[in-house]
T-cell receptor
Framework: GAGVSQSPRYKVAKRGQDVALRCDPI?????LFWYQQALGQGPEFLTY????????KSGLPSDRFFAERPEGSVSTLKIQRTQQEDSAVYLCASSPRDPLWQFFGPGTRLTVL | KQEVTQIPAALSVPEGENLVLNCSFTDSAIYNLQWFRQDPGKGLTSLLLIQSSQREQTSGRLNASLDKSSGRSTLYIAASQPGDSATYLC??????????????FGSGTQLTVLP
């Protein structure tokens, strides 16, 4: 389909490992968002891109979290030295322009052992 | 900082009932508000979006209202069906402080419709 896709869908990491999560937004969508959803909670904002520019990273919980979108399409969320508290579902959303509906991907479930 | 509360946290109803899900938010300076449903292990599906200038939006059996000044939104589901069982999330966008683009989510209402 033509929706937002994310990979991998599931990731298990040992504490201290680095992980990279990928998001493919809907083609042509300018805006891209990352959210973190802990078990039983609603998603929480992490960061926002407009094209390749990261305009807001106020929600990133620590400097171990890094996101990029170098060509204004695919985005990668990287977590260095993973900790158990990083275990969550990481959701990506895209939007054709600002402000409009945000369309969400299926998420990546990260489990840190 | 925007805070969003959804009541009730969980709801179980027999098939065919009409029901109302409530959402309240602390910062009324929002751009719009979206309602989503989330099925177990899945991403979020957008249901309705209400612009800050609107009072309500309808889609099929769903009707969402917005009272921006009092910081409230409701999602009305008519003639509920077992397929409506999911978690429903409310998310206002923007506020007085912080990003105008980000959504702030409540913890959701987990709805179960019994056949």
């Amino acid at each position: 389909g033509a929706g937002v896709s994310q990979s991998p869908r599931y990731k298990v990491a040992k504490r201290g490992q680095d992980v990279a999560l990928r998001c493919d937004p809907i083609s042509g969508h300018v805006s891209l968002f990352w959210y973190q959803q802990a078990l039983g909670q609603g998603p929480e904002f992490l960061t926002y891109f407009q094209n390749e520019a990261q305009l807001d990273k106020s929600g990133l919980p620590s400097d171990r979290f890094f996101a990029e979108r170098p060509e204004g399409s695919v985005s990668t969320l990287k977590i260095q030295r993973t900790q158990q508290e990083d275990s969550a579902v990481y959701l990506c959303a895209s939007s054709p322009r600002d402000p409009l509906w945000q369309f969400f991907g299926p998420g990546t479930r990260l489990t840190v052992l | 900082k925007q805070e969003v509360t959804q009541i009730p946290a969980a709801l179980s109803v027999p098939e065919g009932e009409n029901l109302v899900l409530n959402c309240s938010f602390t910062d009324s300076a929002i751009y719009n508000l979206q309602w989503f449903r989330q099925d177990p292990g899945k991403g979020l599906t957008s249901l309705l979006l209400i612009q800050s200038s609107q009072r309500e939006q309808t889609s099929g059996r769903l009707n969402a209202s917005l009272d921006k000044s009092s910081g409230r939104s409701t999602l009305y589901i008519a003639a509920s069906q077992p397929g409506d069982s999911a978690t429903y999330l409310c998310a206002p966008r923007g506020g007085s402080s912080g990003s105008a683009r980000q959504l702030t989510f409540g913890s959701g209402t987990q709805l179960t419709v019994l056949p």
